[in-house]
């Protein structure tokens, strides 16, 4: 029994410290039922059963079935939703846009904020200010960063086709050619996540130890063979974090899409999340539309899966 | 296996938090419940049917504060009623929302929804006629009832309703040698634009864009004699010549420069084309007759009329704007406040100052032989052209799809006006098979 362990044993064999001892703060019976895991962990089952699970076995339930909410008919579909969206010429295209936005988004994301915190990761004053300025889109919320991209990117006005015609560069029709709106709102969606991938990246460095860099200058490594060789491994947990959140991030882009594009023009820069919305809410098929959560949800869990099993074992941790 | 106390008061404590949450849903379901039906107000000595009314506006919006204000004063004379109004947010906001509400089958009483989306929503809506009077159905404008009534049975009430018509800037157009009276058609709006426009002073002859939701194109197409859908809203009919006219015709005026169309990528277009115009810059513009009020309050430097909407092969416009249903699931209490409501919002005096304000129609026959609109009239003369406009209104397409489809269509009129090199053919064709495909997928 816990109660007779003494004070001074309130460490684990580590002499790692253990959960201080309740038992004078609280009614003993009290304290006996804390000290059990499953209620401990009841709030978060709980919530997550009525926030995430429900939601799931709900959306896979009518994923089966056809249901007008105006008249609440509800009628068995068997798999037609399913086949409706492999019918669908723009099922097609969305995972294209998808995977193209996923990849490069993810890909030119973490190179950038590589390069950003190789740069930044010494303390001094200016880099202070310039990783506080780089921050900053991070806590900025996506409407507001949306907008100003869209008079930064404004065909007419904006000063992206100004500095572009400065240089000889044809302007560009930005998000409202189909061209170039997946472009658009991929150069949006990097700028605004580059910040907390920085972020990230200078705390990984700077938990690598220095004497491994000084170790390293003994050992006459050059420039490029110490990032290759100590840097990138050593702050491959924290590039393989980021890789797994950027990549359901970008997969599970909406705002970006909604506020600049809508999915246009012609559908070249609709993703999955905000097609599924559309089917749902614009052409209120909530059947086909939960199906296409379904197979969303399955892409998702495929693509992490694979993250994980050609990644992880490059990880050093 | 014996159970022991730990697990007894591990398993009575779950139980207790689950209870709790339950009991906190209900809690508050019971009580949306009940403010739903009836409050007590008047410190409980009298019981109110409290009537949720969800509009396109909310409070801060100019157009809004007008029906904010009349639900006070309804309230006020009506003590055992409480109409609520709360903004959802555009004629989207409030689509998007009544789906989820009938989903979870906490409709509001009253929904104000643009015109077309009765096509949707009309199992769910009432039959005016049990909550109205006759009298109070038959002094709305015919012309504003068409997209009212669905198998002959009045379920949308008109509210703030508009046509598209042809703002003339009649000081430019008499300096082009050309009539004040403007164009009567849309080849003579295209002469007219060529000859009023002066490029070397950055002037216009004519501005315009497509309306978010394609709204100018649809009134067009209706003029060049086409429809959008066919009389049982079963097949696309735009994707034919009377489909691509207007694009053809736009799309020459812009490429030479006869014709602002801002395309930027803000969705402001109905404010850059109104301020192209108030400026002096351009001399004729399409806009919503609900733009008159406002323009007319404004000093303008020039003569500011109005002309009916060119016509093609005949006169016909579209009409717009939102109308209001009453929810059947509401308790007969709600539903004959809600009527009675209505009736508030068409009495003579109400509609007089909302159209005075705001620009919208005035809605009933009756307020047309009031004093106030016929000195109103007098002063400005401009007001009975859109009024006088009405005989030849056109529904919206009668299509339960039809928001999904002019979200696809917008797109690719849009595209026509950016990169002129397009072909319109093309485009409306494109554009007439996938709206096919939408309204097939969902029958």
Redesign the interface.
Known sequence: MQENIPAKQLHDKKGGPTLMKPGRMLPR?LN??L??P??LI??AV?LVS?FSLYPILFAVKVSFMNWD????EQSFAGFNNYR?IFADPDSMQVLKNTLIYAFFTVCFGLIFALMIGILLQKSTFLTNLVQSVIFTPHIVSFVSVTIMW??L??????IVNYVLKMFGFEPQ??????KTSLLSIMIVSIWKGLGFSAMIVIAGLQSIPSYIYEAAKLDRSGRWSTLFRITIPLLSPTLFFLLITSTIGAFSSFDVVNL?T?G???GSSNLIVHWIY?IG?????LG?AMAASVLFLILIGFISLLNFMFFSKKVHY | MRPTVKKMSSIALVGTIIAGLFAGCGTSDSKANNAGQVGSGDGGKQEKVVVDMWSIWDSSNSNGKYLFDAAKQFNEANPGIEVVVSGQGGYDGVAEKLEAALVAKKTPVIAQIEESFLTRYHPVAADLSQYMSKEAIDNYIEGLTRSSYVDGIFKAAPMNRSTPILYLNADLLKAAGLPAEGPKTWDELYEFAKKAAQPNKEIYGFASHWDSDAWFWESAVYSYGGEIVSEDGSKVEFGNEKGWKIVELWQNMVKEKAMFSPYGSQDSQSDLVKQKFMEGKAAMMLDSTGSLGPLLKESQPFDLQVAFQPAGEKNSMVTGGANMIILDSATEEQKKAAGKFFEFLASDDFVVSFFKNSGYFPITKSSLETEAIQALYKEFPQYKVGIDQLQYAHKRPWQKNWRAMYTTIVEDLRLALIDTNQDPKQLIQKAAEKSQQIMDENK
Do not use: C, E, H, R
């Open positions: 019976a006996k039922v000290q059990n499953y209620v009841a709030p709980i009525i909410v105006v008249t609440g409706s869209m008079w990117l404004d065909p007419q006005m904006g029709l930005w998000m409202m050619s189909p600049m809508g246009g023009p012609q559309q809410f614009l052409k209120f098929q086909k």
